[in-house]
Every structure is written in C-alpha cells, then in structure tokens.
C-alpha cells in the first residue's frame, strides 16, 4: 500500500484535525511540514499538492485530497468500521452541523490571513493591534463556541459530541479550543464542551495529536 503522508503545519486547526482522524483510525502517516510563517504553503512546490495554497493536503489511496472536513467524510466512507460519522441521516447532519459551526462559522474568520489582515487595519487608524486581535477572537471564537454549547444542550446524545465516542464534531471541537486557549479567550462557561474535552485529552489519539507533539 502506498504510503499516506500528511502536509501539515503544527499549529493549524485544519492540520489538527487530520492529525486526530488519522491516530483514531489507526492509519500510519509520514509528516511534511509546511512552514505558514515563512510563506511555505505559497511555494510552487507546496501549490503542486493544494492550489489554494492551505494547509492540509493528504496524500492517501494514490489521491491527493484537500479541505479537511471533506477529508474526514472521504475518510469515514472509505474506511468504515470505526464511524466517524453515525450512520443514520439525522445523526449525520448533526454531527455535521456541529462540525460547521466550528469549521466554517469560527475558523475561517479566525485563521491567520483574516486576522493579520485585521491588525493591520487597526494599525491603519492608530489602534492597538494585539489588542484589536485579542478582542476579534474572543467575540468570534467566544460566541461561536457557546452556540456550539447550546447545540449539544438540544439533543444530548452520549458521552461525547454524537454518542459514546468521539467523532468528526469531536475532531472539528478539539483543535479549536487549542486555539481558544491560545488567545486567551475564557472557555470556562462551557460546561458540555469542557466535559467532552476533558474526555478526549485522555484519549492517545488526541494527545498525541496536539501541536506540542507534532514537528514544526
């Protein structure tokens, strides 16, 4: 079988979560680091695997798949056993719905280019721009999550996001709260989430995927 090998970067959200899916599946995985700091991911070489130039980009069943939540599906469809989404329909839009909230509501307004472009700006009309950083993620992070906390408060369903194991929510959750915790945005409130959390920390495939763990 050819090898799969992961295009990652260590602190990125989207990384992150292949990183989880990957050690939940038991699928063995070379690390190509992209370094975004020094404009990696814009190298010709890198645009060759994801012409967005963004990181992940997985090489895996002779494919070379981009965008991680479609990553997962492909994943749980291709690999089934462990069910990263359930198979009913209702319980695979929920879990789905949660998975957007963080996917496509908090991250994409949260990632590094939207963030440095706010800096700037404040910059521009003679504001601080940390302290303008620090204010846009706790609104948006803080008010993406508690919406993702009243989402699990509807349907209460198991020990973690969707049922008695974690699942592409739970991939999607994790990561994000890394970053939450990394601009200092205040989770405590969250009582479901940091229960579910505390849950997945004591998994090995979650440890071992954290960003402290990865090579940079």
């Not at 404009?39 to 981009?66: C, M, R, S, W």
């Not at 496509?104 to 700037?120: A, E, T």
Request: charged share 20%.
């Amino acid at each position: 079988m050819a090898e799969v090998v992961l295009h990652d970067y260590w602190r990125s959200s989207a990384s992150y979560r292949l990183r989880i899916a990957l050690r939940l599946l038991g699928i063995e995985y070379r690390t190509v680091p992209v370094d975004l700091l020094t404009q990696g991911h814009k190298n010709p070489e890198f645009l060759k695997y994801n012409p967005q130039g963004l990181v992940p980009a997985l090489e895996i069943d002779g494919l070379i798949l981009t965008q991680s939540v479609a990553i997962l599906e492909y994943l749980d469809e291709t690999r089934p056993g462990y069910g990263l989404l359930p198979s009913d329909s209702i319980g695979r839009h929920r879990v789905r719905a949660l998975s957007h909230v963080i996917a496509m509501d908090i991250h994409p307004i949260c990632n590094l280019g939207v963030v440095r472009n706010i800096m700037d700006i404040a910059t521009t009309h003679g504001e601080d721009a940390n302290v303008a950083r620090s204010e846009w993620m706790a609104k948006y992070i803080g008010s993406g999550l508690a919406g993702f906390e009243a989402m699990l408060a509807q349907t209460p369903t198991g020990d973690f996001c969707h049922g008695d194991r974690p699942g592409m929510a739970d991939i999607c959750l994790i990561p994000q709260l890394y970053n939450a915790d990394r601009w200092g945005v205040d989770t405590s409130g969250f009582h479901k989430i940091n229960v579910i959390a505390e849950r997945c920390s004591a998994l090995a495939a979650f440890e071992n995927a954290h960003p402290d763990k990865c090579p940079q």
